[in-house]
């Protein structure tokens, strides 16, 4: 018969790599349950139009016909199907929400990446106070010292900076677009030559410092000393501060401000951060405040904060601990299943085992370092000794 492999980009999960991505997604559920987040599945396919504002960076969507010949995508995002629910439903708002699920981006051929990722993430959905944001940056701190010796590191950044400051310099939205496509891209001549014009003005001092505004609090405070800034850039500024430091509290967190970055995706508003771990150039989280994401679902706007985290990677570096459970095995016969089904339901650590004789059962146990127990005429279990001689 002749093989058939699968899509470019996919890749079936099992064994090792399937059960820790198992065990981070239990844990992680388990203790968001404890803190009243609502759990949120979506479908994983919706219309084309849910992510019309959706920045793809180059990859594609798969795409599907329904039957109406609507088209219909796996979704690339899980963010905004979440905010399409809301205004479709009535869940009650204020509402912590969490989901578990995959999503389907087309990545550049060769690239090596996969098309198809797992991300879980949180939505805080009518939360206007910066403590949403806290909650993000804890849950990401809680991880790193769970599962990645707290390595990892969380970069800040405002959505709204770039552009509140260009806007206030000039009215062409061309002139705004190119200078912050180099700043983004650190293309320092090109930059250089977009900001030219400014030469004269009180902001070329900011403009020639802005591709180096990416440090620790101190080192942008020091770096930004003297200059003055427009006024929504500067209270921008100030967020970004207020909770770059709020975590700089927390004991061994690494915290840096990134003010020449581009927002992750267009919907954020406000504060924005991503969570790296040592030199692994993707990142592990991502998130941000997105509080008109629902206006543009035609409903009121929400004030809203939410992160991504990537299962894959995270799965790929956690340290998790080695539970090394003592493994029981119980050897029975198919007559005494009353006795079996009884015991199995009481004893969670039992493992049935499958072998079709008494001794093949014991190799097999001792094998695998197992004890091995059997149900005896009265219906009672004991434990088998394994033989000296064998
Ligand atoms: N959906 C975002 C993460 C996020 C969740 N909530 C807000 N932002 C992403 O994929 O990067």
């Not at 399409?84 to 550049?108: C, E, H, M, S, W």
């Not at 991880?143 to 390595?151: A, E, F, T, V």
């Not at 003005?201 to 180096?212: A, D, E, N, V």
């Not at 790296?276 to 990142?283: K, L």
Request: overall charge positive.
């Amino acid at each position: 018969m002749h093989k058939i492999n699968l899509p470019l980009g996919t890749r079936a999960e099992f064994g090792e790599r399937a059960s820790r991505k198992q065990v981070l997604v239990n844990e992680l559920q388990k203790s968001l349950e404890k803190r009243s987040f609502m759990k949120v599945n979506t479908p994983l396919l919706e219309y084309k139009e849910v992510f019309a504002n959706f920045d793809l960076k180059q990859m594609r969507t798969y795409q599907l016909l329904d039957r109406n010949n609507k088209t219909v995508v796996l979704r690339p995002d899980l963010t905004l199907p979440i905010a399409r629910l809301l205004t479709t439903t009535n869940i009650k708002l204020p509402q912590k929400l969490y989901y578990v699920g995959d999503l389907f981006k087309i990545a550049k051929e060769l690239s090596g990446r996969n098309n198809q990722m797992t991300q879980a993430g949180i939505e805080l959905v009518g939360y206007s106070s910066s403590k949403a944001e806290l909650e993000c940056l804890l849950l990401i701190n809680r991880i790193s010292r769970k599962w990645l010796n707290g390595r990892v590191k969380i970069e800040i950044s405002h959505a709204c900076f770039a552009e509140s400051l260009l806007t206030n310099i000039t009215a062409s939205t061309e002139l705004k677009n190119r200078i912050k496509r180099e700043l983004y891209r650190k293309r320092i001549p090109e930059y250089q030559r977009a900001i030219k014009q400014f030469e004269n003005t009180s902001i070329y001092g900011f403009l020639q410092k802005w591709p180096r505004l990416f440090g620790e609090v101190a080192d942008i405070t020091k770096m930004l000393e003297g200059i003055k800034l427009p006024t929504q850039a500067y209270s921008a500024l100030q967020e970004t501060v207020k909770v770059a430091k709020w975590i700089a509290k927390i004991p061994g967190q690494k915290v840096i401000i990134d003010l020449s970055t581009a927002p992750p995706q267009r919907y954020y508003t406000g504060i924005t951060f991503k969570g790296f771990v040592d030199d692994i150039p993707e990142y592990l989280f991502s998130g941000g405040r997105y509080d008109q994401l629902l206006e543009s679902f035609q409903a009121q706007p929400e004030p809203a904060v939410g992160m991504g985290i990537d299962i894959d990677l995270l799965s790929e570096i956690a340290e998790l601990e080695n539970k090394k459970e003592d493994k029981n095995y119980l050897f029975f016969e198919p007559d005494q299943t009353e006795y079996v089904s009884e015991w199995l339901l009481k004893n969670g650590n039992y493992e049935l085992s499958l072998e079709d004789d008494l001794e093949t059962a014991k190799e097999k146990a001792y094998e695998k370092n197992a004890k091995l127990f059997k149900i005896n005429k009265q219906g009672e279990i004991e434990n088998v000794v394994k033989n000296s001689s064998n």
